[in-house]
Structure formats: structure tokens, C-alpha cells
């Protein structure tokens, strides 16, 4: 079984820093992309950022510039540094991760999702 554990969220200032991280646990053969999502409350998830296994990333366009996304492949672990924090920043932030579990599937990887962690930004 693969599973997502999340850690880092709380409450922060606007104007704030804060780091997420997730790390992948199991039985994993090969992780592909990982990614970050968030949902506000009433609101749709959303992608944040993710990161390719070659270490390509792609940010959503509310985020460029504020947030890094990074990866640690010996740990199967992602990150997201959030700098310069809004209120609409405010979300359940969720970690994504697409692993291949056995070399001999047919599939190339499944999503595997976290249960999320809130972040929290004061105004």
C-alpha cells in the first residue's frame, strides 16, 4: 500500500512564509510526477504546482513567482515553499503523486493523494 503523509500547514500572516511537505511511503517502485492542489472552502481543487520526475515545473498563474515547488527523490518526498502569502492563499492544501508500484504493470502510475493539511493566511 502507498500512502501520502503531509506535514507543514498551520496559520501565518499575510506576507508570510510557509513550507509544505509530503512524503510517499510504501511499496513504490517508481514515483512520476508529484504535485501539489488546494480547495478553499465552496470552492473547486486546484492545481498549485507540480514537479516532473526530471525536476520540470509548472505553477498556477495566481502562484508564479511566490511558490517553489521542489522534490527530493531519495526521500519521496515534495515540497511547496509558499513566500509572500495572501488571504486567498487560504486553502486545505493536498499532496498528489503519481507512482508506479510494480515494474511489471501495464500502467505507467495511479494518483495517489493525500488527506491534506490546512494552510491558514491572516489578513
Known amino acids: 500500500q502507498v500512502q501520502l503523509v503531509e506535514s507543514g500547514g498551520g496559520l501565518v500572516q499575510a506576507g508570510g512564509s510557509l513550507r509544505v511537505s509530503c512524503a510517499a511511503s510504501?511499496?513504490?517502485?517508481?514515483?512520476?510526477?508529484m504535485g501539489w492542489y488546494r480547495q478553499a472552502p465552496g470552492k473547486l481543487r486546484e492545481l498549485v504546482a507540480d514537479?516532473?520526475?526530471?525536476?520540470?515545473?509548472n505553477y498556477a498563474d495566481s502562484v508564479k513567482g511566490r511558490f517553489t515547488i521542489s522534490r527530493d527523490n531519495a526521500k519521496n518526498t515534495v515540497y511547496l515553499q509558499m513566500n509572500s502569502l495572501k488571504s486567498d492563499d487560504t486553502a486545505v492544501y493536498y499532496c498528489?503523486?503519481?507512482?508506479?508500484?510494480?515494474?511489471?504493470?501495464?500502467?505507467?502510475?495511479?494518483?495517489?493523494w493525500g488527506q491534506g493539511t490546512q494552510v491558514t493566511v491572516s489578513s
Open positions: 498528489n503523486a503519481n507512482i508506479r508500484v510494480f515494474p511489471w504493470s501495464s500502467r505507467s502510475g495511479v494518483d495517489y
Open positions: 510504501g511499496n513504490i517502485f517508481r514515483i512520476n510526477a
Open positions: 514537479i516532473s520526475s526530471g525536476g520540470s515545473t
